[in-house]
């Protein structure tokens, strides 16, 4: 294999993974750059399309709408059902991004697991039992570490990183729902009334 089939192979199978960030392999983000437009050619029969933000660092591929005529292909990428309190929990940590880069000062929102608490309290049905409520809580941000949106800091349990790939996830017409959303949010939670799971692709 050639040095380019090489670069390629690197970048497709890095994509093919799951989300790939600048940061975490720089030779596969170089190759990406190099080559994207053959990336996109090859994983285009697959259905996929490349979404590649370069000035977040992360990449990743995500299911094509096809073309009129064209027949649909069966899922690569698989929707994700989300929850209410984890949909919830998406656009607030959204939200503070869009805050966080509003300042033009830091590039890294770090929270503690107390913000994130006291963020859901507001939009959550009240619970007389205090250690049951923040346990859900603790299910909520684990399902979002597995999807890759948060990540613990190194030797601090308590404490993450909301990573930038979630601008590129929850896009601008998503957000520009928000504010309804969390009106919507808000007389759920007064009522205690369940809400529809929530797709995202």
């Avoid at 750059?33 to 660092?57: F, K």
């Avoid at 969390?182 to 007389?187: A, S, V």
Wanted: with cysteine; aromatic share 6%.
């Amino acid at each position: 294999m050639n040095a380019p089939e090489a670069h390629l192979s690197l970048a497709l199978i890095a994509l093919l993974k799951g989300v790939m960030y600048r940061d975490n392999d720089l030779s596969a983000w170089q190759a990406l750059l190099e080559l994207q437009a053959r990336v996109r050619d090859h994983v285009s029969v697959l259905g996929l399309e490349l979404v590649l933000d370069e000035g977040e660092g992360c990449a990743y591929l995500r299911q094509r709408a096809p073309a009129a005529g064209e027949p649909e292909l069966p899922r690569l990428v698989p929707r994700r059902q989300l929850s209410y309190p984890v949909s919830l929990l998406l656009a607030l940590l959204r939200k503070k991004l869009v805050e966080l880069d509003a300042t033009g000062g830091e590039t890294r929102l770090i929270l503690s697991r107390d913000e994130i608490v006291e963020a859901l309290r507001l939009f959550l049905p009240e619970s007389a039992n205090e250690v049951r409520f923040v346990e859900r809580v603790d299910g909520h941000i684990n399902r979002i570490i597995d999807m890759g949106f948060i990540r613990r800091l190194r030797g601090q349990d308590d404490q993450y990183e909301v990573r930038r790939i979630l601008k590129t996830y929850v896009d601008a017409q998503w957000l520009s729902e928000l504010d309804r959303k969390l009106k919507i949010y808000r007389q759920h939670a007064a009522t205690s009334m369940p809400v529809e799971e929530t797709e995202l692709s």
